[in-house]
């Protein structure tokens, strides 16, 4: 058996080069803005299943009898009552400015069509 050789000194590793990054005139930044309050989560679909939970909650039912297109009043007997209650905490859930007209609660009988209402509105700035 031919004697074991002494291994060759370590070979220094070096770090890979950074990646620089990307630079872009001012101009061409991105024009959103940050998130407020649980604006980030504020998607269509994310909205729709936040008034969905919310909905289960109040009324005590499981989420997967409340779909997007289930008429809340007609279907699982939510009052206008309870629903302008939780369009009001769903507002303050999203820091979004309460209307200055009245709130539309009737016109919007399913949670599509809460969830929309609820994305048409702009952040409050308080």
Do not use: C, W
């Not at 949670?111 to 308080?126: E, G, H, K, M």
């Amino acid at each position: 058996m031919p004697p074991l050789r002494e291994p060759a000194a370590p070979v220094p590793q070096t770090a890979p080069a950074p990646i620089a990054p990307s630079l872009r005139p001012p101009s061409e930044a991105p024009l959103v803005a940050a998130p407020q309050k649980n604006q980030e989560a504020r998607g269509t679909g994310e909205v729709r299943e936040v008034v969905r939970r919310r909905f289960a909650d109040m009324l005590g039912y499981p989420i997967e009898i409340i779909e997007d297109d289930t008429e809340l009043e007609a279907e699982l007997g939510v009052s206008s009552v309870k629903k302008t209650k939780a369009v009001v905490a769903l507002l303050d859930h999203y820091g979004l400015a309460t209307p200055s007209s009245q709130l539309p609660i009737g016109s919007a009988r399913t949670v599509a069509q809460i969830a929309d209402f609820l994305t048409s509105l702009p952040v409050d700035s308080r």
